[in-house]
């Protein structure tokens, strides 16, 4: 699967709806461009997955060991208000009011692609979060990046 990139302006209407870009659809796979999975992000967003990414990390969560509270405790929480989306014949999914309203949505969002993965944030939530960088973001960078081993040509091993 292609790796995901880019910052999306979206209008969500009355209804939760809203138009998948053009410039992030030329970005998935041609199997991957009409069938979503959205759930609850980590912060007060909400996370939308191609359903090829979903099956993967769904196997991923489903392999933890149950017997673990914890575990038991996170696969709640992450499969909690999970939906599937499909594109309809105006290019346009349809969010579920439960999860419009855990992300605190309103009219504008921002489509935030990195990775496999789409994060959907209300603007002014990601304004927000933007406006709170770090101020030393390259102590940040080293604490995060510094240990991530890589080929001599740069690439991540993965």
């Known amino acids: 699967m ?55 990390i769904s196997r991923e969560v489903n392999s ?20 599937e989306l499909r594109l309809d014949p105006a290019g346009r999914l349809l969010l579920p009011r439960s999860l419009i309203d855990y992300g605190e949505i309103h009219k504008e969002i921002v489509l935030f692609a990195y990775g496999r993965r789409i994060e959907i944030w209300a603007k002014e939530a990601y304004d927000s979060l933007l406006a709170s960088e770090p101020e030393d973001f390259s102590s940040l960078a080293e604490e995060v990046m510094g240990k991530v081993n890589q080929t001599s040509g740069g690439e991540d091993v993965s």
């Open 2 to 56: 292609t790796h995901l990139l880019g910052e999306f302006d979206c209008r969500i209407d009355t209804k939760g709806r809203f138009m998948l870009p053009s410039g992030l659809k030329k970005q998935l796979e041609p199997g991957d461009q009409e069938r979503f999975v959205v759930n609850r992000g980590f912060e007060t967003n909400l996370t939308l997955y191609p359903e090829s990414e979903w099956l993967k």
């Open 64 to 83: 933890l060991n149950l017997y673990n509270k914890k575990n038991r405790e996170f696969v709640r929480y992450f499969f909690r208000g999970a939906k």
